[in-house]
């Protein structure tokens, strides 16, 4: 069974940090690319980041480049978001993910297994 778990959420003020980590079992992560996505009430699951499975390539929407890094650790089979220099409009539930596919893609439905999400709310 393959599970996914997020953590690391919480209420921060703006410009604060966070760093939220997927760990996953059930699976050899290398052979996964990770991505982050969040979804803030009333709007649509939104792609925040993705990285290959080596970890070599990385991939950002452009409202968090410069603030957040994502990472893996494929001996933990971990993957983190460090969130930097938070904004009240990041503010979101944040969700990763995993895609067999090598290819870059941010949409949502290439995207098959899914943990159950972690609250990140920053206050202005």
């Known amino acids: 069974q393959v599970l996914l778990v997020e953590s690391g959420g919480g209420l921060v003020q703006t410009g604060g940090s966070l760093r939220l980590s997927c760990a996953a079992s059930g699976l050899t992560l290398s052979s996964y690319a990770m991505g982050w996505f969040r979804q803030a009430p009333g709007k649509e699951r939104e792609f925040v980041a993705r990285i290959s499975g080596s970890g070599t390539t990385t991939t950002y929407v452009d409202s968090v480049k410069g603030r957040f890094t994502i990472s893996r650790d494929n001996d933990k089979n971990t993957a983190y978001l460090q969130m930097n220099a938070l904004k009240p409009e990041d503010t979101a539930v944040y969700y990763c993910?995993?895609?067999?596919?090598?290819?870059?893609?941010?949409?949502?439905?290439?995207?098959?297994?899914w943990g159950q999400g972690t609250q990140v709310t920053v206050s202005s």
């Open positions: 993910a995993t895609d067999r596919a090598p290819v870059v893609r941010r949409d949502a439905k290439f995207y098959d297994y």
